[in-house]
């Protein structure tokens, strides 16, 4: 069975909070990044195909090349964007599960909001609730959780 708690951090030193605020920082830029390539492709099917009828009865093949997927979106990004240098360097220094995690929750907003249950995916601000994930084994004492900082 599997458990979730909603809790709220108090970081015991500097290093920690320095660590937590980095990968919320990573997920919110990577989000965004994706969200902002998946409008871009969505208006040029938009402009190329006003008529969302005729879209829909095009093959396969040619209504895939206006949806990108978080797996390809991440191919793209480390061999397109971290290649190029237009990658700030601090983004390695968080965990790759938050990498991963950013582009999976964005495609899943995009799938909701594609099906309807959903409002269009807005951009992440700083000021917004915001979450982390991490890799490894999180502890659960008494009165202290243990991440896998």
């Known amino acids: 069975m599997t458990r979730s708690y909603k809790t709220k951090l108090h970081v015991a030193n500097d290093a920690q909070n320095d660590f937590l605020v ?5 997920k919110r830029k990577l989000y965004n990044l994706y969200r902002s390539v998946q409008f871009g492709l969505l208006e040029t099917r938009k402009r190329l195909y006003p008529d969302y009828e005729a879209f829909k009865e095009l093959p ?3 209504r895939n090349q206006f949806y990108i997927s978080a797996a390809e979106f991440e191919k793209v990004f480390n061999h397109v964007i971290r290649v190029s240098g237009s990658y700030p360097a601090w983004w390695d220094k968080a965990p ?15 799938q909701n909001y594609f099906k309807g249950l959903a409002e269009e995916p807005r951009f ?3 000021r917004a609730r915001q979450a982390a994930y991490f890799s490894g084994s999180i502890r659960v004492q008494r009165d202290r959780i243990r991440l896998p900082l």
Do not use: I, P, S, W
């Open 22 to 26: 980095l990968c919320m920082a990573v």
């Open 60 to 62: 396969k093949e040619t």
């Open 96 to 110: 790759q599960k938050t990498r991963k995690q950013a582009f999976r929750d964005a495609e899943r907003a995009f």
């Open 124 to 126: 992440k601000g700083y």
